[in-house]
Every structure is written in structure tokens, then in C-alpha cells.
């Protein structure tokens, strides 16, 4: 495996190991074989839930607590930890057997997932729960800001049109500025130009729509704390 992508990722995670064995584990795939990410995986689920389960307790002081469930439902989901592994580029990073190199699991959703969450234990493991955690919230910034208990439901393109139609502004203009990587396996890089933000905001996806809803996120991010 190069290392590049994975010293990008590091960069993406924000984080230095100190032991680099538990890095290298929590992006080890079971069909490597018995030493596999499998039980960082189980160990990063439960903080994930905490963790968020914790930010959305305080940022919602006054929601029932099915409302708060349904937040975090949407922000652990298996689509979301995905979304953000493609950003943070960890297919490229991951360790996998034979077959799963061959059906290109590197691209699976669920494959993924996985590795975000054995990352996030594996952080815990190497540090401590408040290391862990103000990294895993710096991962969720845009998406725990552009959470919301009436519009829980709502992608971020919709939140975002929304909050500019309330306001009188027109709508926000989306254009592809760069494609990378093989057709089976493109990024897309995405300017959004928004009246109420002096900068576009770039953001990337492993689709046009995704990169979208990604750059709406941050959109609203920036808006909510101008």
C-alpha cells in the first residue's frame, strides 16, 4: 500500500499516531485474515454513538428524546460514516484480501463505514475519550451545524435553498471544477457560489450529487456562523 494516501489521511484526520500499528489495524479488512479491524470497528461504534449522542444533548437543550434519536440516527447511519471516509479518501487506504481488491470493496459503502469507525476507536486507543472526541466532532462540524429538529428530514441542498429563499437571495449555483480518477472511481470537485458568502466553497464527492450536498453542508455551516 502507498503511503501517500495514508499520510493524506492522516491529514484529513487531523490526527498523528503513536502507535502506528493501530492505525495500519483499523484499516485492515477481515478478509486479510484473523488480525482485522473488526473489533476496533465495535469498540468505534459505541463512542461514535456517545460522542454524537452527547453533542446533540447539548445542542438541542430543549428536544424530546426521540427527537435527539432520530438526529443521531441519521448522523451514524452507515451512508453518513461512508460519505465522510470518501471525503477523507480512506479507500484508498485500506488493506483487503484478494477477492475483495478484485470486486472492488474499496468503494463499498459498508466497507467504509467500517474503517471510520475502527479509526475512531483506534484514535481513543492511542490518546484518550476527549481527544477522540473534539476529533470526531471537528469530522462532524458542517453536518452537527446543519442539524435540525424541524428539517431533520431535509438534504442540505433543500436547508440551504430554503434558507436563501427566506432571505430573498437567489439561489445557490453549483459547478463542477474538476474530475480525478478512473471512471469506476471518480471524485468530483464542486464550487458553490452562494450571495450571502463573500468565497465559493469547494468541497469533493465520489458523485456530482454527493459533492453537492456536501458543499451545501458547508454552505450552511458558514452561513449559520457568520
Not at 485492515?28 to 444533548?57: K, P, Q, W, Y
Not at 462540524?141 to 432571505?167: C, I, M, N, V, W
Not at 470537485?189 to 458568502?197: D, F, G, M, Q, Y
Amino acid at each position: 500500500m502507498n503511503d501517500i494516501p495514508r499520510q493524506r489521511l492522516l491529514g484529513w484526520l487531523g490526527y498523528q499516531f503513536n502507535d502506528a500499528r493501530l492505525f495500519e489495524l483499523a484499516l485492515t479488512h477481515r478478509s486479510c485474515g484473523s488480525l482485522n479491524n473488526e473489533r476496533l470497528e465495535f469498540l468505534g461504534d459505541s463512542l461514535l454513538n456517545a460522542i454524537v449522542a452527547e453533542a446533540l444533548f447539548h445542542q438541542f437543550p430543549d428536544a424530546r428524546e426521540g427527537e435527539l434519536s432520530r438526529l443521531r440516527a441519521q448522523l451514524v447511519k452507515g451512508e453518513t460514516l461512508a460519505a465522510i471516509a470518501r471525503e477523507f479518501e480512506v479507500g484508498e487506504c485500506l488493506s483487503l484480501g484478494e477477492g475483495e481488491l478484485k470486486s472492488g470493496g474499496f468503494r463499498r459503502a459498508s466497507i467504509l463505514a467500517d474503517a471510520l469507525e475502527a479509526l475512531v476507536a483506534a484514535i481513543y486507543l492511542d490518546s484518550d475519550y476527549a481527544t477522540c472526541r473534539d476529533h470526531l466532532l471537528t469530522w462532524y462540524g458542517s453536518r452537527l451545524a446543519g442539524a435540525s429538529l424541524s428539517k431533520s428530514h431535509k438534504d442540505p441542498k433543500t436547508q440551504l435553498q430554503e434558507f436563501l429563499q427566506a432571505r430573498g437571495q437567489p439561489l445557490p449555483d453549483y459547478e463542477i471544477t474538476d474530475i480525478t480518477g478512473q471512471a469506476h472511481a471518480q471524485t468530483f470537485v464542486i464550487t458553490c457560489r452562494v450571495s450571502l458568502l463573500p468565497e465559493p466553497v469547494v468541497t469533493s464527492g465520489n458523485s456530482r450529487r454527493h459533492a453537492e450536498k456536501n458543499a451545501a453542508a458547508m454552505a450552511l455551516s458558514r452561513l449559520k456562523s457568520s
